[in-house]
């Protein structure tokens, strides 16, 4: 029974893994043998710019991106759990985004994004005193022109892809026990009150949990909407996070092994970061083991 | 402890589900300082009274006093009563002095206070040696206990306890049972307590309300509902075995009775030594020092254990006139006589 | 409802219609951004909807690029890759349930460690291991993730999914005497169709919307996916935003169809009061 999937898993992700990790320290452009040169990548990722930009970028992606997305999934669920007239049209609003594919979403993106004509900035303009400027005076971001514009095009568009913790926060919070909430009516908590003591400690554990899979997913998200929407620029790698680092200098500029290097110390990061939030996690749970 | 004492009062309370009326103008009042018993059989409405008189579920009409407020609009924070639920609702994250002081701490009493008012309710419900343990290291008993007194340390002017007992195993249940007699007694403040175990009521209870379908069916002491039950539902609910009900045809061998009535006959009123109508045993059930007596003729008797008659035998059976009951055929009303 | 309270429908109402505009904008924009006419002078003002309406944005899409073709390559290599996603993983699923112990614990702990790697580092070995296998510019390359279920978290869904069945009802199988297979097919599945039908929606979008695979694994324009047809269209044509918009579309509308249809199944369970069942 278990056999496909082992199969699977060795010959396709064990495997694999394992051979870019050797990788990364050889140099392989595809067509002929690699050749092995030890931690040379290593030492030329260190001094690689455009590298240090990538990692920058992803690592300043992932702060923001991550506390902003499970925010917001843990304010929808709580907002939608309870059934009201038409929460089920809600909640799959909620949801809609995250199906369909990056591509397409990318390619919305890239109309809704453009200085000039796209919607945002027309609307944003729109009140505006002159053809260029907002409601307030000042220029609207110029999105995919500016470095940092471009930077928090992806963390919003980033944003609406909430809809899978959404729905697993939404199931937490409709699975726990309605009479802790009942007492608490009782002895006069107030909405945040309750918050605070009954909801977020309930709940820590998932929130914890998804925290870690929001961040490993964040580091990897970036691809398609830097290639398609940003293509990495503007210029000077603004948009240049680390899996777009990778693709290109292994199939653009068939530097393998380098990228090898790349993503070996960016699975390494990740770990290192889902390895603290676990510490912090064992902590927090010695308090909430559930009878 | 101080003694804040209050009647609770439901008039004419009326409360649906959608299409379903779970209190179909229930009149009760729990009198000050007495322990009412709301006994029924699932899905009576025990439950749904229970929340209506915390605030927990709003109701569609009629009112609720707890001493002379009229609290049918109030919050139930507002409502100074406690509540003691079935699965106990103990945070699972805090310690059982953090249950324990969990309504004061939210009122922002202050720390003195909440340390003497834990201490007091802990020793009263006996847990104080449990007071830095978290829930899932304690039994169910303890659990209950904690429960209880989470539900104490507040004062409220009524306690209202829903199925507590339910979830224990029957040694711990028959053991809590004292233990909340004690309870009431020593801080005697007014408890309604609902449970679906009539045993438990009849044990239990200063008085019992008998509750189904929504409708209150009698409220009296054990012995008045016991011996006295107002209609047929309420005899046939309570007492175990439950109470023998024949018709006039199956009647007639041992007396007449008036056509459209039933007549009603407890197990313990059954005679089976003497002079009587003929009858076999089919099946015997010894329960300790009683034993209860299947007859052929779908009668239970309940008979001493020693004084016991063996499977197949053939006896005569009598009824002891001071325990006929006779109800009223189709509204199921007790009528008097025979 | 508690005593007084007032009706709290009030204040999630306008918060919920103001997160679904929010997020179905995005969409909104999709949709309206293709039925712009091509070749336009480009909006002066935010317009919800466009003035002149035009299908002349799809026709050009289907010009420019096979997109016919490339929707039924997706539909052909999705039609594949579900069930057999689906169906490895609801069993490795199953059989972590009957490995007991260590093993499972191992089993567990392989799956979320498979989890954390990258796809970067797995893109190049496979595809040399493809390529030596001769299957360079086919769809088996795509299909074969199905082997592992396409993803370790579908089979921790299940087994997470299995694991809340009462024990009872598998011992009671096991008593009978069936198979670990059989106990599978018969008793399990039918138990979990909401988990089922949610795996099956996320493999289908997996596989619908999966780029970074065919981007590298296809050369042939005849055996493109959706995904790379899009990106063509993008290539091609980048400023023109009503065809692409259109292209995003058609690559749009199947999942959104297959969302609203399984969705009914797993959205709307709503517990309310608990488990107690007031």
């Not at chain 1, 913790?165 to 309605?178: E, K, M, N, S, Y």
């Not at chain 2, 035998?313 to 006139?321: M, P």
């Not at chain 3, 420019?64 to 996603?85: Q, Y």
């Not at chain 3, 996320?202 to 990106?231: H, M």
Request: aromatic share 10%; glycine share 8%.
């Amino acid at each position: 029974m278990l056999a496909p999937y082992l199969f699977g898993l060795a010959a396709l992700v064990a495997a694999p893994a394992l051979v870019t990790f050797g990788l990364a320290f050889t140099e392989y452009d595809l067509l002929r043998p690699p050749e092995f040169v030890g931690i040379e990548n290593f030492r030329d990722l260190l001094h690689d710019d455009v590298f240090g930009i990538a990692l920058k970028n992803s690592l300043v992606f992932a702060l923001i991106a991550v506390p902003l997305r499970l925010g917001g999934a843990l304010a929808l669920a709580l907002l939608l759990h309870r059934r009201f007239t038409g929460v089920g049209v809600h909640r799959s609003a909620t949801a809609l985004p995250t199906v369909i594919p990056d591509i397409a979403y990318g390619l919305v993106w890239l109309w809704l994004f453009n200085p000039l004509y796209g919607p945002i900035n027309l609307l944003l303009r729109w009140q505006g005193d002159s053809p260029t400027t907002t409601a307030w005076g000042v220029q609207p971001p110029q999105w995919l022109t500016h470095p940092n514009d471009a930077r928090a095009a992806i963390i919003i568009m980033s944003l609406f892809t909430i809809g899978e913790g959404f729905v697993i926060l939404l199931v937490t919070r409709q699975g726990l026990p309605a009479e802790l909430y009942d007492l608490a009516a009782l002895e006069d908590a107030t909405a945040w009150g309750l918050f605070r003591r009954i909801t977020l400690p309930l709940m820590a554990p998932i929130l914890l949990l998804l925290l870690a899979r929001d961040t490993i997913f964040s580091l990897q998200w970036t691809f398609v909407p830097a290639l398609v929407v940003t293509e990495g620029g503007p210029p000077l790698y603004s948009t240049t996070y680390v899996p777009l680092f990778v693709y290109r200098n292994a199939f653009e500029y068939l530097r393998y092994g380098y990228a090898a290097s790349a993503t070996l110390v960016m699975f390494l990061l990740t770990a290192l970061i889902v390895w603290v939030q676990w510490l912090i996690v064992r902590r927090w749970r010695k308090g909430f083991a559930v009878g | 402890m101080a003694r804040p004492v209050s009647r609770l009062a439901l008039e004419g309370v009326r409360k649906r589900f959608g299409e379903t009326t779970a209190l179909d103008g229930v009149d009760l009042e729990a009198r000050d300082g007495e322990l009412l018993v709301v006994v029924g059989p699932s899905g009576c409405g025990k439950s749904t009274l229970l929340r209506c008189v915390a605030g927990l579920e709003a109701v569609d009409a009629g009112t609720i006093r707890i001493g002379e407020r009229d609290v049918t609009a109030v919050r139930p924070a507002e409502r100074n009563v406690s509540m003691v639920f079935q699965s106990y609702a103990l945070f699972p994250h805090l310690t059982v002095r953090e249950n324990i002081a969990f309504g004061l701490v939210v009122r922002e009493e202050p720390k003195t206070v909440v340390r003497e008012r834990v201490a007091e309710a802990s020793k009263l419900v006996g847990v104080e040696e449990l007071l830095e343990r978290r829930p899932y290291e304690l039994s169910g008993g303890e659990r209950q206990r904690v429960a209880l007194g989470r539900a104490l340390v507040r004062r409220p002017d009524a306690f209202l306890l829903d199925e507590p007992l339910s979830n224990l195993d029957a040694g711990t249940r028959v053991q809590m049972r004292t233990e909340l007699r004690r309870l009431h007694r020593e801080i005697g403040s007014t408890m309604v307590h609902v449970t679906h175990d009539q045993v438990e009521a009849l044990t239990l209870g200063d008085r019992i309300a008998v509750l189904d379908a929504g409708r209150v069916r009698q409220v009296g002491t054990p012995d008045e509902v016991y011996s006295e039950p107002a209609d047929l539902f309420v005899a046939r609910f309570l007492g175990t075995p439950a109470m023998n009900v024949l018709a006039s045809e199956a009647a007639r061998p041992f007396l007449e009775i008036p056509a459209g009535t039933l007549v009603g006959i407890r197990p313990e009123h059954v005679r089976l030594a003497g002079e009587g109508v003929p009858a076999r045993v089919d099946l015997v059930e010894v329960a300790g020092s009683d034993a209860y007596v299947f007859l052929d003729s779908d009668l239970v008797a309940r008979v001493a254990s020693d004084a016991r008659p063996s499977e197949g035998a053939e006896v005569r059976v009598a009824f002891d006139r001071k325990g006929l009951h006779l109800f009223h055929e189709a509204s199921g009303r007790r009528v008097p006589g025979p | 409802m508690r005593a007084g309270e007032r009706r709290w429908g009030g204040w999630r109402q306008p918060a919920g219609i103001a997160v679904t505009v929010a997020f179905l904008l995005p969409l909104w924009f999709m949709l309206s951004g293709s039925l712009r006419e091509p070749g336009q002078p480009p909006p002066r003002a935010p317009e919800l909807i466009p003035r002149p309406l035009s299908v002349t944005s799809y026709d050009r899409a289907f010009d420019l690029v096979d997109l016919g073709l490339h929707t039924v390559n997706s539909l052909l290599v999705a039609a594949v890759t579900v069930p057999i996603a689906v169906l490895v993983a609801s069993l490795a699923g199953f059989a972590f349930l009957l490995v007991a112990g260590r093993a499972r614990a191992i089993l567990v702990g392989l799956s979320f460690a498979a989890l954390m790697i990258p796809i970067t580092a797995l893109l190049v070995p496979r595809f040399t291991m493809f390529r030596w296998l001769g299957l360079i510019d086919t769809w088996v390359p795509l299909i074969a993730p199905a082997l592992l279920g396409l993803s370790p978290f579908y089979v921790l869904l299940f087994y997470w999914s299995f694991r809340r069945l009462p024990p009872e009802l598998l011992e009671a199988a096991r008593l009978e005497g069936m198979s670990p297979f059989s106990m599978w097919r018969r008793v399990a599945m039918p138990l979990v169709r909401p988990v089922t039908i949610a795996i099956a929606l996320l493999a289908f979008i997996a596989s619908w919307g999966n780029f970074i695979e065919p981007l590298i694994y296809l050369f042939d324009p005849d055996l493109y996916t959706l995904p790379l047809g899009l990106r063509s269209l993008e290539t091609l044509d980048r400023t023109n935003y009503p065809v692409l918009l259109a292209g995003a579309v058609v690559a749009t509308v199947p999942v959104v169809l297959a969302f609203a249809i399984a969705q009914r199944y797993f959205l709307h369970e709503d517990r309310g009061a608990g488990w107690l069942g007031r």
